[in-house]
T-cell receptor, first 115, second 115 residues
């Protein structure tokens, strides 16, 4: 079945260091890969996304890479700041005539950035 | 432009009862998806509504049902509540552009506790 594995489950870095979170998906028809940030008690917020026709996308300190052959995608945060501390979720979707809103989420990574 | 709003924010029910959760989609969005997020887990897709019809469903039993209204707002109904239904229920809206997997914008959720 459809599955997304996310690693690590927790990640602690010093302020200014980089953080990398990795995900693997099982459905080879997946073509859309968003990343969400969820602070405690708040809604998941879309921080970056990538579609399968692109290998890499960058937005300021955040970048996402996609390897379709290996079915891997990763989130890279550079120059981390304490406000980056949150739970990060990767997700995958295949779209289609229905289920355009169906995302398969990973289990989440709790990122702690120490000042 | 208003975001996705959900009500109520918190709810306590007892096993066997029924519950209705409500969601107003973001302005201009005609597709609504519902997700269940258990503590420490990623959100799981329940179903999606587009133009007042369910057009996608995850692995949830029939006692989970929904509605979408002409103004694109939506309800999630859960009958015969079980203890395992305790979770954060998230509503997400998207523009409804067709068959392509879409960016989802989440509400803050309803925290349901079943005792």
């Amino acid at each position: 079945g459809e599955n997304v594995e996310q690693h690590p489950s927790t990640l602690s870095v010093q302020e200014g260091d980089s953080a990398v979170i990795k995900c693997t998906y099982s459905d080879s028809a997946s073509n859309y890969f968003p990343w969400y940030k969820q602070e405690l008690g708040k809604r998941p917020q879309l921080i970056i996304d990538i579609r399968s026709n692109v290998g890499e996308k960058k937005d300021q300190r955040i970048a996402v890479t996609l390897n379709k052959t290996a079915k891997h995608f990763s989130l890279h945060i550079t120059e981390t700041q304490p406000e980056d501390s949150a739970v990060y979720f990767c997700a995958a979707s295949r779209g289609g005539s229905s289920n355009t809103g169906k995302l398969i989420f990973g289990q989440g990574t709790t990122l702690q950035v120490k000042p | 432009e208003t975001g996705v709003t959900q009500s109520p924010t918190h709810l306590i029910k007892t096993r066997g009862q029924q519950v209705t959760l409500r969601c107003s989609s973001q302005s201009g969005h005609n597709t609504v998806s519902w997700y269940q997020q258990a503590l420490g887990q990623g959100p799981q897709f329940i179903f999606q509504y587009y133009r007042e019809e369910e057009n996608g469903r995850g692995n949830f039993p029939p006692r989970f049902s929904g509605l979408q209204f002409p103004n694109y707002s939506s309800e999630l109904n859960v009958n015969a509540l079980e203890l395992d239904d305790s979770a954060l229920y998230l509503c997400a809206s998207s523009p409804g552009q067709g068959k392509v997997a879409e960016k989802l914008f989440f509400g803050s959720g309803t925290q349901l506790s079943v005792l």
